[in-house]
C-alpha cells in the first residue's frame, strides 16, 4: 500500500521549460506497475531536448523526463482480463492491493523486487517487430517523453519493461545499464559484431563513451582504446582517468592541429587501422576520423545523433576499401537481459561508468552536463 498522495518530479512542459511540480502518485493500470523510483540516469538525449532539439516524434507535452530507471515494485495494477497483446499481459489472483505475487509469462514478481525498466515500448505486431527489428518500430513509445519517467518518486510502467536488477548492484550504478550501457552494448554486439579479433576505437568519453569502453572489454575485443577531442587539460586528463579505469588501453586527444600525428599512432596501436569504430558524436568531424582510421574492410558504427547535417566522403574513398557505415539505435529488452547476466557473472563492470549522485532538487545542474562524470539522479 503506498501512503503518499503526493510526489516532487521535474515534468517538461510544452513551452520547452522544466519544472518541479508536485503530482500524484499515479496509479498502475491492468499490467503494470508502480516503481518507487531509486535512481533516474541523466542521458545525453534529455540535455538536447532542454537545449532546444527536438523531443523524439510524438512526445507528449507535458511530460516527466527521466527513462534510465532503477527501482523497487511496490503496487501491482488491478488484475488484467483482457489486456491488449504487447502490453505485456500478466495475470494475479485477485486485486493487486491485496497481491504480493504476479506473473508475467515465465516470469514471476514480487512486491518489492529490485528493477531496472527497459525504456522502449515497440508496438510488438508491425514488420519491423516481427522481423526481430523491435528497437527500430515506428510506433514505439518510450518512457520518460511518451510517458511520465523516472524523474520523479514514483512511475508506472508495462509489466513487460521490467528487468530483475542485479542484488549487489546500487541503483545509481545499476540505473545506466538499460541505455548508456544498453545502447552501446547493441551497437557494439548485435550491429558491429565486434570480437576478440577486433580492435576497437571509441570515439568520446562522456557516458556512452564510457560505458562502451568496458562492453568492449566484456565482449571481450583484442584490444579498445578512445579518442576524445577536449582540448581543456583538466577535461582531458579527467577523461583519461576514467577511459583507463573503464579498461581502455589508450586515450588519445585529437585535435585539429595533432590529428595527423595521432592518427599515426592509432595505425601503429591498430597494426595499420581500426576493425571497428563506434562513434559517439555522430558528427563531421567524427565520422571523418572514423573513416580515416579504419582499414579495408573495417566497420564504422554511428550512435551519437548530431542535428547538424553530415555528408560522407566520395565513394572512392571508402566503397574501395570496402569500409561498412553503420547506424545503431537503442537496444532491446534482451541486450539489458544480457548486461544483467554479465554484471552478475563479474563479465561487466558497471562501475566503469562513473556516476555522481545529485538529488531531484539538483536536475538543472545534472541536465547542464556542470558534473564530472555520468549524473544521476538519487530520489
Known sequence: MIEAEAMEAAVLNASGNLTLQDLPVPKPKAGEVLVRVEACGVCGSDKQVLAGEAAPPGTQLPVVLGHEIAGRIVQFGPSPENVPPGTGGAGNNGDSQDTHRIRDGARSWSLGDEVLVYPFLPCGHCRLCTLGFENLCLSQEVIGYHRNGGYAHFVT???????????????????????????????????????????????????????????????????????????????????????????????????????????????????????????????????????????????????????????????????????????????????????????????????????????????????????????????
Open 157 to 379: 510502467v508495462p509489466l513487460s519493461s521490467l528487468v530483475r536488477r542485479p542484488h549487489h548492484l546500487p541503483a545509481a550504478v545499476a540505473a545506466p545499464l538499460v541505455d548508456a550501457f544498453a545502447t552501446s552494448f547493441h551497437a557494439l554486439w548485435q550491429v558491429s559484431k565486434a570480437s576478440q579479433r577486433d580492435r576497437v576505437l571509441i570515439l568520446g568519453t562522456g557516458g556512452l563513451g564510457l560505458s562502451a569502453v568496458a562492453v568492449a572489454r566484456a565482449i571481450p575485443v583484442q584490444d579498445v582504446a578512445a579518442w576524445t577531442m577536449r582540448q581543456d587539460e583538466e577535461s582531458f586528463e579527467h577523461a583519461r582517468q576514467t577511459a583507463l579505469a573503464a579498461g581502455a588501453s589508450f586515450l588519445w586527444q585529437g585535435t585539429p592541429e595533432n590529428a595527423r600525428a595521432v592518427s599515426r599512432e592509432v595505425r601503429r596501436w591498430s597494426e595499420g587501422g581500426v576493425d571497428v569504430v563506434l562513434d559517439t558524436h555522430g558528427t563531421q568531424a567524427s565520422m571523418n576520423i572514423g573513416l580515416q582510421l579504419l582499414r579495408p574492410g573495417g566497420r564504422l558504427c554511428v550512435i551519437g545523433m548530431d542535428n547538424s547535417e553530415v555528408t560522407l566522403p566520395s565513394t572512392p574513398a571508402w566503397v574501395r576499401k570496402g569500409i561498412q557505415v553503420l547506424g545503431s539505435y537503442g537496444s532491446k529488452r534482451e541486450d539489458v537481459e544480457t548486461l544483467v547476466s554479465w554484471v552478475e557473472s563479474g563479465r561487466l563492470n558497471a562501475a566503469a561508468l562513473p556516476v555522481i549522485e545529485l538529488p531531484l532538487s539538483q536536475i538543472h545542474t545534472a541536465l547542464a552536463g556542470k558534473v564530472p562524470g555520468r549524473a544521476v539522479i538519487r530520489l
